[in-house]
Structure formats: structure tokens, C-alpha cells
């Protein structure tokens, strides 16, 4: 990059970060928001605050940076309203992706630590959790809202609750009410603050992990929110034609409810009976290995069925007061080479969805794993070595800033580019 080019990056995020900062009351924390977000983005494997300090020159005040990130006052919520009217505006988003994503911690001091799943290490392992809501369409997305997720053991109020956990919440700065909420809630929650902000978004997105909680499907309905979201293969659904009947009646007793004639069926069954013939070959897009693709690279493509299916199971609502349970769509990707389908998803996208598009939605997912490896990789997302529950909600949210302003020069020089997996 050219000394002018640099300039003219310099400029750019002065801007940015006024803009993302303009809400604090005090000028010290505008000023240190600003040198924290320019220390992450500087070259260098460790993005915690001392080797941060040690890079950012005169304005390397290890001290000032510790204070700022971890006990100044700040509420994050305003930093991440900005920027989710910055980069909704520019993205254009045409999804909300919701995640979660592992800390690995050596120790157990820091808020919310414990044994506990993570995909980031495929196993149980000590670490924090991360729920995060992530504004994304083809090519771009960003990360504009977090929750750290509260083991039960961290809760008080809790039969799971650990004492010695239960102790260190006041050295970790947790709030009173915090207390233990299910990831699929603490995404519902994320939804409804962010809609607060203002921000409209058309779509939820979601692998299993949410999908397969019946009660965050039906919070999504009822925030007529329409969601694709992935699902396990044991979840059961009627055909779409299915219809409930009216049982025999003795005449003694209340008479019985109409129901549906058949037991269902697992989505997997459903699947396969409608066979390989119902399989159709879609390519949703470019990956990140050379081909004869526009870019240069090969196109994603795989086979996929899609059936209109009534949903069953505890959990499920009906469709108004009667018994028929409403109409969703079951996709299924079912690829040449395998003997039955191994991905499922479900939909309350419009019933004249092309499977294309349908295909290409769902699957947009992948746009949070790019995100979780930029921001971990380059932008020291799982660096922060503070242990409170304020720090680490300042630190995700700044990591974040840092995201979005690659984000933003990455579109203002290529506003064209794709940018692979």
C-alpha cells in the first residue's frame, strides 16, 4: 500500500471510529475507543492489551487501554446500535445469522467460564460461550450484537449452581439479575433489541444448534420473524396433504379431538420416501477452490429435495384455534454420492420459494464461520485477558468495530468481490 493509501485508511477509520464512539459522554473514552479498535487492527499474532500497547507507540498506555476496556462505564449497546445502522446501510442485509462460538481459557476466574460444548474445539472443554447475532447477505456480513452465555453452575438461583462459581461472580463484576438463560433465549433477546435499534431484517438463519428448539422456532413465529434453520434428522412432521379427522364417538363423554389419522414420520423418512428422483442440482455459490467459476474459483453445488411438511412433536403450535398444524418447508441435501440425505433444514419461507433461492438461504450461514475466523484469527476476537463480565462484553463489541471497518474497505475498493470461505 502506497503512503497516500495509508493516509487515506487512517482518515477513514478516524471517521469510523468517531462515528462508532460519538455517544460516549466523556472526550477519554472517545480517544481510547479509538486507539483500542486501531490496536487491533494492527499487525501482530497477540491482540491482548499489553502487546497492543507495545505496538500503538505514544499512544500505547497500557494502563489507559486496561481501564478502558474493562472497568470504564461505556454500555456496548450503543457502540453496537451504531454499528448496525452503519452496516445494515451498507450491506444491504438480507438475513440475521445467529451462533455461538467458544473462548478456550486456561483458568477458571473469568466470567462464565466452565466445562462446557463447544464447536470450536468439537468437544467439552473450559471455556466461555459467545452468542452472537451477525447482519449478512452474499457477500458481506458483520457482527453487530453479543451475549455471554451463563452455565447454570454460574447461577445462583439454579439446583445446578456451584458455590465456588457462585463466589466469584462479584470479583467478575456480574450483574445481580444475570443469571442462567438458554443460548436459543439469549438469541430471541438479541432479536428483539436489535429490531429495537431500528434494523428490519427479513430472514433468521440458524444451523440446529437453535433450529431444534421447538420453543425458539415458535418465538420466531411469533415475532413473525420467517427463519431457515437447521435441524436434526429425528424431528418428526406429517405430509403437507395430511389432514386431521374426526375419531368415532360413543356418546358418552366429552367427545375426542380431531387428530391426524397416521403417526408422523422423522423428516429423514419423509425424505427418503420421496426419493432420489425428488433430488435436484443447485448451485448456491463460489468457494474457495479454483475452478472454471466467474471469479475464478468453483461453485458450491450439491442436490437437494424440498417437500412441504406439517411439523409435529411437543412444542409445536397449531395453526389458530383448530387442530391442523401449520405448513413449512422440509429442505433436504441429498448428494449423488450418498446412500440418504445428510443435512436438514426447515423454513417458514413463502410456499412458492424457488428451490434455488431457498437453497442459497439457507445456507448463507456460512458468512458467521467467516466472520468467527477473521475476527479470531486477525482481529484478536478470543485474545481479551480480563475476567469480567463488562470486559468481555467491551472487547467483543470493539473486535467487532475492528471487523466492520475491514468489512467497509473491503467493499469500498471491490465492492464486486465475493469474498471466499
Given at each position: ?5 495509508m ?38 499474532r ?34 453496537r446500535?451504531?454499528l ?13 445469522i ?11 476466574a ?124 429425528r ?11 374426526q375419531?368415532?364417538?360413543?356418546g ?6 380431531r ?125 481479551f485477558?480480563?475476567r ?18 475491514c ?15
Open positions: 500500500m502506497t503512503p497516500e493509501e493516509a487515506g485508511v487512517r482518515e477513514d477509520l478516524e471517521a469510523f471510529t468517531t462515528e462508532m464512539f460519538d455517544g460516549f459522554f466523556r472526550t477519554d473514552q472517545r480517544r481510547w475507543g479509538q486507539v483500542y479498535v486501531r490496536g487491533l487492527l494492527l499487525e501482530g497477540r491482540k491482548s492489551v499489553e502487546p497492543m500497547a507495545a505496538r500503538l507507540g505514544e499512544d500505547g498506555n497500557r494502563q489507559a487501554l486496561a481501564h478502558f476496556v474493562t472497568t470504564s462505564p461505556w454500555d456496548p449497546a450503543h457502540v446500535a451504531r448496525a445502522w452503519r452496516m445494515h446501510d451498507v450491506i444491504g442485509a438480507e438475513a440475521l445467529i451462533d455461538d462460538t467458544g473462548f478456550l481459557k486456561d483458568g477458571d473469568s466470567a462464565c467460564v466452565s466445562r462446557q460444548y463447544t464447536g470450536t474445539a468439537g468437544k467439552v472443554i473450559n471455556c466461555q460461550v459467545g452468542v452472537s447475532l451477525h447482519l449478512a447477505r452474499d457477500h458481506a456480513s458483520a457482527a453487530v450484537n453479543w451475549r455471554l452465555f451463563m452455565p447454570a453452575s454460574w447461577d445462583p438461583g439454579s439446583p445446578e449452581a456451584d458455590a465456588d462459581k457462585v463466589a466469584r461472580r462479584g470479583r467478575c463484576g456480574i450483574p445481580a439479575q444475570a443469571g442462567h438463560v438458554e443460548k436459543w433465549q439469549l438469541a430471541l433477546d438479541m432479536i428483539d433489541e436489535t429490531r429495537s435499534w431500528g434494523i428490519d431484517i427479513p430472514l433468521l438463519v440458524a444451523d440446529a444448534g437453535y433450529g431444534d428448539a421447538a420453543a425458539f422456532r415458535l418465538g420466531l413465529e411469533e415475532r413473525n420473524l420467517p427463519y431457515a434453520v437447521g435441524i436434526s434428522s424431528h418428526t412432521a406429517h405430509p403437507a396433504g395430511a389432514r386431521p379427522v375419531p368415532a364417538y360413543a358418552t363423554g366429552r367427545p375426542p379431538k387428530q391426524y389419522p397416521e403417526p408422523a414420520q422423522t423428516m429423514k423418512s419423509l425424505v427418503i420416501a420421496a426419493g432420489r428422483a425428488a433430488a435436484r442440482p443447485v448451485s448456491w455459490r463460489e468457494g474457495s477452490r479454483p475452478g472454471q467459476g466467474r471469479s475464478g474459483f468453483k461453485r458450491m453445488h450439491s442436490r437437494f429435495v424440498a417437500l412441504r411438511v406439517r411439523p409435529a412433536g411437543r412444542g409445536v403450535r397449531a395453526a389458530g384455534d383448530g387442530p391442523e398444524l401449520p405448513e413449512r418447508w422440509l429442505l433436504a441435501e441429498w448428494p449423488a454420492t450418498e446412500p440418504e440425505p445428510v443435512q436438514f433444514w426447515l423454513s417458514s419461507l413463502p410456499s412458492g420459494m424457488p428451490l434455488a433461492t431457498l437453497v442459497r438461504l439457507a445456507k448463507l450461514r456460512w458468512r458467521i464461520e467467516h466472520d468467527y475466523r477473521e475476527m479470531k484469527q486477525a482481529l484478536g476476537l478470543a485474545h485477558e480480563g469480567t463480565w463488562n470486559g468481555w462484553h467491551h472487547h467483543v463489541t470493539l473486535v467487532s468495530a475492528a471487523h466492520a471497518f468489512t467497509l474497505q473491503r467493499l469500498a475498493h471491490h465492492p464486486k468481490d465475493t469474498e471466499q470461505v
